[in-house]
């Protein structure tokens, strides 16, 4: 019963808070799995992305965190792993990667450090040995 009533209110606070006037959706708007867990949530503005989307796991973990800016993917961006440790982090600009961006194994020790300019490779990139020891390095 318990389980009914938390879809029913999930299914109910997306038709009352999103607008989806002409097929256009404006407002906030989330989307469950088909087990009525929260999947994902974020807003729509002028029908497009904008501000902070959150993605779930099924086991109610932050899977990834978007943020996007018209439409466009726009800010930092965070993937976890289903026990909420960090998987990877980085930042986007304008729809484009932008900055540093980092990686890490399950066990926490980083896999990579890479940097881009306006989506493309720039400066230092380095990727790491299974036991965090720098295994290349390269410039760009």
């Known amino acids: 019963m318990k389980k009914l009533f938390i879809l ?4 109910l606070f997306v038709i009352t808070c999103g607008k989806d006037k002409d097929n256009i959706k404006d407002g ?13 949530e ?3 503005k002028n029908g497009k992305k904008d501000g ?4 779930y796991f ?4 932050i899977d990834n965190i ?8 726009d800010g930092k961006w965070v993937w976890n792993y289903d026990n909420g440790q960090i998987k990877m982090k980085g930042n986007h600009k304008n729809g484009k990667k932008d900055g540093q961006w980092t990686e890490w194994s399950t066990v926490g020790e980083k896999k990579y450090e890479n940097t881009y300019k306006n989506g493309s490779k720039d400066g230092k990139w380095t990727t790491y040995n299974e036991d965090g020891t720098i295994k290349t390095v390269k410039e760009y």
């Open 66 to 73: 978007q943020h996007y800016k018209n439409g466009k993917k």
């Open 58 to 61: 099924e086991n109610g973990q």
């Open 42 to 44: 974020g807003n729509h």
């Open 52 to 55: 902070k989307w959150t993605i």
């Open 28 to 40: 906030y708007f989330s989307y469950p799995y088909e087990n009525g867990q929260l999947h994902m």
């Open 8 to 11: 029913f209110t999930l299914i």
